[in-house]
């Protein structure tokens, strides 16, 4: 994958933001696009042999819409200044994330925003054994990769039905539970990319089975 033309795509895109200019260069979208979605497809087979608990995604399955939904965000522009992706994914929730962006580039996982429903499971479970989810945030290694846990906004009292002093309330009062590691555009383009995104899946892999046994409980 020459993840350059990529960029270049994007940075190209991001200053011809109209769906014009996309219909004249269409082609060059669709080469990049696929040739994406074949590395996507390598890099499946790659974290499937690794995780024994992976659940296939292959790279059409994986890849977001680059078109915005004006439906909803109708100030955005009409295309995305990235490609995301997301791997071992049971639900577009709690996947491995791999954001590839003219501005930023990114490997998150985790559960951005989730429903309450989904986050009424989680606090359970860290009520019940937050002492392993804080093992995997403290861990030496896991925070030299993430730091700490990505700020959201969160509650300024105890969510209902815990106490102000339980033991776990800075991580009760959360409604975000994700990690990312930030890649420069060296990075990504260098050689050893593909070893660096598996190191990451690593690294994280506790962390986001942690959560995702939560959820399924």
């Known amino acids: 994958m020459d993840f350059k033309n990529l960029y270049q795509f994007l940075r190209k895109l991001q200053k011809n933001n109209n769906k014009e200019w996309m219909d004249e260069h269409r082609g060059e979208y669709h080469t990049v696009r696929d040739s994406y979605i074949d590395w996507l497809n390598q890099m499946n087979i790659k974290l499937a042999s690794i995780d ?41 929730q709690g996947d491995f994330y791999i954001h590839l962006g003219v501005n930023e580039s990114f490997i998150g996982g985790g559960y951005w925003h989730p429903s309450s429903k989904i986050l009424k499971s989680i606090r359970a479970a860290i009520d019940y054994n937050g002492e392993d989810l804080k093992k995997i945030l403290n861990k030496k290694s ?57 190191a990451v899946y690593k690294e994280m892999l506790p962390f986001r089975r942690y959560l995702n046994q939560a959820v399924t409980v």
Request: charged share 30%.
């Open 52 to 92: 024994p608990d992976y659940t296939p995604t292959n790279g059409k399955k994986a890849i977001n819409r680059i078109n915005n939904n004006l439906m909803f965000h109708p100030n955005k522009p009409v295309y995305k200044d990235h490609f995301g992706a997301g791997l071992d994914q049971e639900s577009k």
């Open 142 to 198: 896991f925070k030299s990769m993430f730091g700490e846990m990505i700020i959201d906004d969160p509650l300024k009292t105890s969510p209902k039905g815990y106490s102000q002093d339980h033991k776990h309330i800075d991580l009760l009062r959360r409604k975000s539970f994700a990690v990312s590691c930030p890649l420069t555009q060296k990075e990504v383009m260098a050689s050893n990319f593909e070893e660096k995104v598996i």
